[in-house]
């Protein structure tokens, strides 16, 4: 014993790591312990059915008395569920993050200034932006790029709202638009011409072609 508690004292000098030491051999002994119990079979005791349930009957006349209640409540004009989609749509909650669209500013300007910011921070890289270049001096105020071309892989999305958090000209927008369709995966790549449809006009404080 004696002989056990010098050669611990040499591995471990310090009071501390005989501390650490100890709590991580009682670490591993309880997840030793943990493993067992996991692997030991556990019996599931089938429950016998009581004569109601092997009867059947019951069961399936209280399913039929839900259905009816139902149709009774929808022949009765109480209690429609149904929607006639895509005529009706949801209302959507003010805060839903929906597909990301290009806006344009209150004088009809696109806001994106090709910075790419977006196209970096997207998780799955669904967008694709070429930016290009401004010419001086023709009333872009202090913008030097623009997005040539700017696309959204809707197929990629993932609708986490990371573009709209860090554009910093408040370009980028998830709007309440849920249902985009297509036929083929190229109709669902949308281009610039049909990001800035969708996202319309932005009115806001930040007016970089004048005041940047
Ligand atoms: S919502 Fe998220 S996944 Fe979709 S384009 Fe923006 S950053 Fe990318
Ligand atoms: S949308 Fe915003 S973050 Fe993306 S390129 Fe345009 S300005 Fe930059």
């Known amino acids: 014993m004696v002989v056990i508690l010098n050669a611990v004292k040499d591995l471990f000098p310090s009071e501390e790591e005989r501390f650490f030491a100890s709590f991580r051999m009682t670490e591993c002994w309880r997840l030793i312990a943990a493993c067992i119990i996991d692997l030991m079979p556990i019996v599931v005791e089938r ?102 071309e700017f696309e959204i892989d809707m197929l990629r999305c993932i609708y986490c709202g990371l573009c709209e958090e860090v554009c910093p000209e408040q370009a980028i927008f998830l709007k309440q638009e849920y249902a985009l369709t297509g036929y083929t995966r190229g109709e669902l790549v949308n281009n610039k011409q049909k990001l800035l449809e969708l996202g319309g006009v932005m009115v806001d404080g930040i007016h970089k072609w004048k005041n940047k």
């Open 47 to 148: 429950r016998e059915l009581n004569w109601k349930e092997k009867l059947y009957l019951p069961a399936f006349l209280g399913g039929f008395a839900i259905t009816l209640r139902h149709l009774l409540a929808t022949v009765f004009g109480r209690g429609k569920v149904t929607m006639q989609y895509p005529e009706e749509k949801w209302p959507m909650p003010p805060g839903y993050r929906g597909a990301p669209t290009l806006v344009r500013d209150e004088e009809g300007r696109e806001k994106c200034v090709g910075c790419q910011l977006c196209e970096f921070v997207c998780p799955p890289r669904a967008i694709t932006i070429k930016p290009g270049e401004l010419p001086a001096g023709e009333g872009h105020g202090n913008v030097e790029k623009f997005a040539k």
